[in-house]
């Protein structure tokens, strides 16, 4: 992925890097309050990995210098579509005082060029929100609803909140 920052209605959106880690961690805390966080050595592990995967980031949004949305691109290799890779992405989260400013939509934009970026030929976005505003606000970044999802847990879905 480019690193260089996209810079957007005062927001720069770049790859996080290991001392983004305590901001980013405590933003996940609006997927899921409850969720437990890996400790910031075992998180720093998992984003070289995630790293070490050519077109994957876990792409961070800043405003005056604090994380306030993010998502996980992952560019899976593949061996259809002529070898080129998917994208999935996962985790978008903005902070809640950050809300209908746009940077979900922004943040979404810059996976998908960078999953185009990599070569990828889809790339694919599960919820599991089944609220209307929810679904509106990824078909607004573009996505279409078209395929059915199945999947077997480890741990159990995130409760849904309320808008």
């Not at 560019?75 to 400013?101: C, H, K, Q, S």
């Not at 810059?110 to 030929?121: E, G, R, S």
């Not at 279409?144 to 909140?161: D, H, V």
């Amino acid at each position: 992925m480019n690193r260089q920052a996209r810079v957007d209605k005062l927001l720069v959106i770049r790859p996080a890097l290991p001392s983004d880690l305590p901001q980013l961690l405590l933003l996940y805390r609006h997927l899921d309050p409850l969720d437990e966080s890996p400790s910031l050595d075992f998180a720093a592990q998992r984003l070289a990995e995630l790293q070490a995967l050519r077109g994957s980031a876990v792409l961070i949004g800043l405003t005056e210098n604090s994380v306030v949305v993010s998502c996980t691109l992952v560019a899976i290799p593949n061996l259809t579509r002529a070898g080129r890779p998917y994208g999935l992405v996962e985790n978008v989260v903005t902070d809640a005082a950050f809300r209908g400013r746009g940077y979900g939509k922004l943040i979404l934009q810059a996976a998908v060029a960078a999953a185009w970026q990599a070569d990828c030929y889809r790339i694919m976005l599960m919820t599991g929100s089944k609220k209307p505003s929810t679904l509106a606000f990824y078909a607004s970044a573009g996505f279409e609803q078209s395929k059915t999802g199945f999947q077997i847990r480890r741990l159990p879905p995130r409760a849904e909140t309320a808008d």
